[in-house]
């Protein structure tokens, strides 16, 4: 179980991976051998993972997109697998109700995410899709202030 200490450790390197654990220590009042034994104990139990994360909209993938589908049921784990080999597959899960695989896609052109959808008419488990197409991004991991696990105000 995290501590408050924890929850905040993951609260500033969520805005800043590279912030200095020393800077980390100063704002939460501890010293900076805490912050770098924390995050090494983060890090361990797979808590936390610090990475790059990368603006597809800025690298020219514009057509992002949501696509839902249903498939037959025996072949639900390898349609699956087979969805997360395609590099244009950002996002993949299993899911319940309407759907049986939830995927984002992220394509350059419209051409390409046809391209994507023609890809999927082509397996003969997936017996319906819907695809809703993203008009405006308004929160994303790219974005300030982006994806935070502990939101401001749940944080106890």
Same mark, same amino acid.
């Given at each position: 179980?995290?501590?408050?200490?924890?929850?905040?450790?993951?609260?500033?390197?969520? +805005?800043?991976? %590279? +912030?200095?654990?020393?800077?980390?220590?100063?704002?939460?009042?501890?010293?900076?051998?805490?912050? %770098?034994?924390?995050? +090494?104990?983060?890090?361990?139990?797979?808590?936390?993972?610090?990475? !790059?994360?990368?603006?597809?909209?800025?690298?020219?993938?514009?057509?992002?997109?949501?696509?839902?589908?249903?498939?037959?049921?025996?072949?639900?784990?390898?349609?699956?697998?087979?969805?997360?080999?395609?590099?244009?597959?950002?996002? !993949? !899960?299993?899911? $319940?109700? %309407?759907?049986?695989?939830?995927?984002?896609?992220?394509?350059?052109?419209?051409?390409?995410? $046809?391209?994507?959808?023609?890809?999927?008419? !082509?397996?003969? @488990?997936?017996?319906?899709?819907?695809?809703?197409?993203?008009?405006?991004?308004?929160? @994303?991991?790219?974005?300030?202030?982006?994806? @935070?696990?502990?939101?401001?105000?749940?944080?106890?």
């Amino acid at each position: 179980m995290q501590t408050r200490i924890d929850r905040k450790i993951i609260q500033e390197l969520q +805005k800043d991976g %590279r +912030k200095k654990y020393t800077d980390i220590a100063g704002m939460l009042g501890v010293s900076e051998g805490t912050i %770098r034994n924390r995050v +090494k104990v983060l890090l361990k139990q797979g808590t936390l993972k610090v990475t !790059a994360v990368v603006n597809p909209q800025e690298l020219g993938y514009t057509f992002i997109s949501i696509i839902g589908m249903q498939v037959r049921i025996n072949d639900l784990q390898r349609v699956g697998e087979t969805l997360t080999q395609n590099p244009h597959v950002y996002y !993949a !899960a299993f899911v $319940s109700g %309407r759907y049986d695989i939830l995927i984002i896609v992220m394509n350059r052109t419209p051409g390409e995410l $046809s391209d994507f959808i023609k890809y999927l008419s !082509a397996i003969p @488990s997936i017996v319906r899709t819907e695809t809703f197409q993203n008009l405006e991004v308004i929160k @994303s991991p790219w974005m300030e202030p982006g994806l @935070s696990f502990y939101p401001q105000g749940n944080q106890e």
